[in-house]
């Protein structure tokens, strides 16, 4: 079993098979291996391909983490195959592991996908630098530090698509953006050399965008390889709207907005005051159900909200440090 | 054991619109014997989105909420997912930067208060398998559940981003593979159903912005639930409870199936395996009928 400290289990793999000009359905194929502790998930679509069928077909090319090319699910859970060990694999899910693309129903060839929607929206946030460059600069532009560092690593983002493909908003509302592209948005924004801030931000606050559509599941920061973190640049592209004075007032400004007149009130949120604040005249549309929960029990009229105590605190907090006007 | 105290973050929601979770959450910890002392001076956490807006406001509100756990000198016990998301975040942000602890502390010195960072920050449900312990809940169960498929429905914000909740609790749990709630309803007595949907997001951050997207992630929630034969699902959070329970009908249009489900509270789960009454946990608020007790 075990030699110099390697140690070998047998892994039961269940892959995705499936070939777009042959195939009219996907199907699965089993893969019994031995799997050796020093393996990554890469060793085995390898493996996979050398020792049981040629034709199977996945895309790899720097094996250190770096290209994105490799990134598909094991068990569900996005994954870059060169980086992540068969150990954590098999310590999270045990020896039935299922090997599939990023995305089913984007498969072309087993785990190579079509990532057109993915580079389509990537290429849609302007992901490059606009800036009035002087051709022959005298001296360099020098970004300091905190400058630097005001990118919170969203400028090592390799455009795996791990999280892209994991988030549950793009699994069912094409024009999401989605995690990858927000965060690119954020690195131009956060970049003190770009002159297109405000144009940038007015482009993902318009509606059909959805940078306010994020369901914050935190899928993408669970998945990212790289850990960028993309739903905390979401965070961020929101504070920036409000501070550069570029949100609009609409369902989900308000939404965010009305927390702070709620809290600034009773301390606690009158919840019912709330989704009336954020929807104005369209709460007519949560009558129904509103009428079913306040049967039940469910909903306490504003005039019965317990408020907090030592509300004084609250309100002179909400006052002394609120920092965006709206 | 020496007995179990706790200062309670109720959050807005228990005192709302699930006043059943605040009704069962009393009823179970006077049946363990644990003491809870409410933070009625707490304010709201911002539930993830007034950072949308103000980020240092929502700071300054929550550490405020933690200073008076740390007063009582207890572990904070949240009872909701994104509570407890927010406080934890708060917490961790605020104990690893000096600088701005400072600028929160310059804040709420003006109430005379301040964020020593003294106090841990936990939910009920990690208390409870954390401190509390399971095998005493399997030795105290009177009603086992044992004739239920119970889903569990985990919630995101309790299981993700996981280098957090892992700092935060004691079992820290994969955010791929929860165990905590399984193992609550197996120590009830109850089988636990595995399927896809039970570490997924069910929509309700989203709900009024978009409301497609909402309606269609609660509703393939409930449907994974019931295509793996369960009976009911329980939640330790209660919003993804309102999500499921009172929204099933836009659930169905969205996903254009029938969907529903009786969604409990772990609390009234855990109740109701103790012997508590339907009535002392708060059954009868539910939109889909518990009609199983
Ligand atoms: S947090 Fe938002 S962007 Fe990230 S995966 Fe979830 S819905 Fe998508
Ligand atoms: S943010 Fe992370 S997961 Fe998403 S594309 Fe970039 S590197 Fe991949
Ligand atoms: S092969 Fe380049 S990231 Fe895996």
């Known amino acids: 079993m075990s030699t110099d400290g390697i140690t070998t289990q047998k892994v039961n793999f269940k892959v995705f098979r499936f070939n777009a000009n042959d195939d009219y359905l996907p199907y699965y194929e089993n893969y019994e291996m031995d799997v050796t502790s020093e393996e990554v998930v890469l060793d085995i679509l390898n493996r996979i391909k050398w020792d049981h069928d040629g034709s199977f077909s996945y895309r790899r090319s720097c ?26 694999m098999i310590e999270l899910f045990g020896n039935e592991l299922t090997i599939e693309p990023l995305s089913i ?10 990532k057109g929607d993915f580079w389509q929206k990537h290429d849609a946030i302007h992901p490059f630098l606009i800036s009035d460059v002087d051709e022959n600069p005298e001296h360099e532009h020098i970004v300091t530090q905190d400058e630097a560092e005001a990118l919170l690593d ?53 509606e059909k965008q959805g940078v306010w559509d994020c369901v914050k599941c935190y899928e993408c920061a669970e998945v990212c390889p790289k850990e960028v973190n993309p739903i905390d640049k979401i965070t961020k592209l929101h504070q920036m709207l409000f501070k550069e004075g570029v949100a609009t007032s609409n369902v989900a400004t308000r939404h965010a907005v009305g927390f702070k007149h709620s809290i600034a009130k009773n301390g606690v949120l009158d919840e019912g005051g709330l989704v009336l604040y954020s929807e104005g005249p369209a709460i007519v549309k949560h009558v129904p159900v509103a009428l079913k929960m306040f049967k039940k029990g469910k909903i306490v009229p504003p005039w019965a909200i317990t408020k907090s105590q030592n509300l004084d605190e609250i309100k002179k907090l909400v006052k002394s440090s609120s920092t965006v006007k709206f | 054991m020496e007995k179990l105290k706790y200062a309670l973050f109720t959050g807005c929601t228990a005192k709302q619109s699930t006043p ?29 989105h007034l950072q949308d807006y103000d980020d240092f406001l929502s700071l300054v509100l929550n550490a405020r909420n933690i200073a008076y756990a740390e007063k009582h000198g207890l572990t904070m016990v949240t009872i909701c997912n994104t509570c407890q998301l927010n406080t934890a975040m708060t917490k961790h ?38 401190d509390f312990g399971l095998d005493k809940i399997k030795e105290m169960v009177k009603t086992p559940l044992r004739d239920f498929n119970i889903a569990p429905f985990y919630g995101c914000h309790n299981i ?98 029938e969907v529903a489900l009786p969604v409990l509270h772990m609390q009234q789960m855990l109740g109701l395996a103790l012997g508590c009454t339907p009535d002392e946990l708060g059954l009868n608020h539910h939109l889909t009928k518990v009609d199983f007790v």
Not at chain 1, 79 to 84: F, G, P, R, V
Not at chain 2, 97 to 119: D, I, R
Not at chain 2, 223 to 228: K, L, P, T
Request: include cysteine; hydrophobic fraction near 35%.
């Open chain 1, 63 to 88: 094996r250190h983490g770096i290209c994105g090319a490799c990134a598909i699910k094991v068990n569900g859970r996005s994954t870059l195959a060169c980086k992540e060990s068969m150990t954590t």
């Open chain 1, 105 to 114: 129903k984007r498969s072309v060839k087993d785990m190579i996908i079509d």
């Open chain 1, 154 to 206: 969203a400028d090592i983002c390799i455009q795996c698509g791990a999280c892209h493909y994991a988030c549950p908003v793009i699994e069912v509302n094409d024009n999401f953006m989605g995690p990858a592209a927000f965060a690119k948005a954020y690195r131009f924004e956060a970049d003190v050399r770009d002159q297109a801030h405000k144009e940038r931000l007015s482009e993902l606050h318009s």
């Open chain 2, 20 to 48: 059943e979770q605040m009704k069962s959450t009393m009823a179970v910890a006077d049946k363990l014997g644990i003491e809870l002392v409410e933070l009625t001076e707490a304010s709201c956490c911002g539930a993830s």
């Open chain 2, 93 to 130: 942000r605020l104990d690893n930067n000096e600088k701005l602890k400072a600028q929160v502390n310059e804040k709420l010195a003006e109430v005379g208060l301040e964020y020593k960072g003294t106090s841990e920050v936990t939910h009920f449900l990690y208390a409870i398998i954390d």
């Open chain 2, 160 to 257: 993700r981003p996981s280098e957090l909740q892992n700092e935060t609790h004691k079992s820290a749990e994969s955010a791929y593979r929860p165990t905590s709630l399984d193992d609550l309803i197996i120590a009830c007595g109850g089988n636990n159903v595995d399927y896809a949907e039970k570490t997924k997001c069910c929509g309700f951050h989203a709900e009024l912005q978009a409301p497609k997207t909402a309606a269609t992630l609660t509703g393939n929630a409930i449907a994974g639930a019931m295509d793996n034969d369960s009976d009911w699902m329980v939640t330790p959070c209660p919003l993804c409870h309102l999500k499921l329970d009172t929204q099933t009908h836009h659930a169905s249009e969205a996903i254009g199936r």
